[in-house]
């Protein structure tokens, strides 16, 4: 990626970069992402950057938490061990990223952009609903089977009035886009 940027930099380009709202010290998904974005600004300074500060975002087809839960319960496993599921997550349709995106490039200003709903959900309650969505009445939810991740975020949601300064709203509420996930 370091590569990309210094051909990018000899360009009258937008780079926009898809970060995380975990913070750093979560997981070395997490550090990577915080260190290209730092290594990058530092490296160059002259190239116009943004980074959407995502937070848990999904939709059909993809390879997330809920894809995971969804396949899962689709399967109808005898048994779904999860933690306890308190955990409050501010989801995000793929395609409200993409619309996103779209208004970073048509606007002048860089700098970092937490993008999210401003709405969040308990684990639980999602993993629930996905059940009864999906129309599963086999599959044994095992709240409290897992321990929660060593430094788990108990509750993230996105302050998304940067983007909204530039025109862009959420167009998916999290029942909307999990229904078209679903489809």
């Known amino acids: 990626p370091m590569e990309l940027l210094s051909i990018l930099e000899r360009k009258d380009l937008h780079f926009i970069n898809i970060g995380t709202s975990l913070p750093k010290n979560v997981n070395e998904y997490a550090r990577t992402k915080y260190e290209f974005i730092k290594k990058a600004r530092e490296t160059y300074p002259e190239l116009r950057l943004s980074n959407l500060i995502a937070e848990q975002f999904y939709g059909p087809h993809d390879v997330t938490f809920l894809s995971f839960i969804i396949n899962e319960i689709k399967k109808k496993v005898a048994d779904l061990p999860l933690n306890d599921g308190e955990q409050e997550r501010n989801f ?87 229904s078209k996930t679903l489809e």
Not at 99 to 121: K, M, Q, R, W, Y
Not at 129 to 153: H, M, P, S, W
């Open 92 to 178: 995000v349709c793929y395609e409200d990223v993409i619309n996103a995106i779209c208004a970073l490039i048509d606007s002048p200003v860089e700098g970092d952009f937490p993008i999210g709903t401003g709405e969040t959900h308990k684990s639980k309650e999602i993993v629930k609903l996905i059940a009864k969505e999906l129309k599963n009445t086999t599959t044994q939810l095992d709240f409290g089977k897992l321990e929660y991740r060593e430094k788990e975020v108990m509750k993230s949601v996105a302050d998304t009035r940067k983007l909204e300064a530039l025109g862009w709203s959420a167009k998916y509420n999290f029942t909307q886009g999990l």
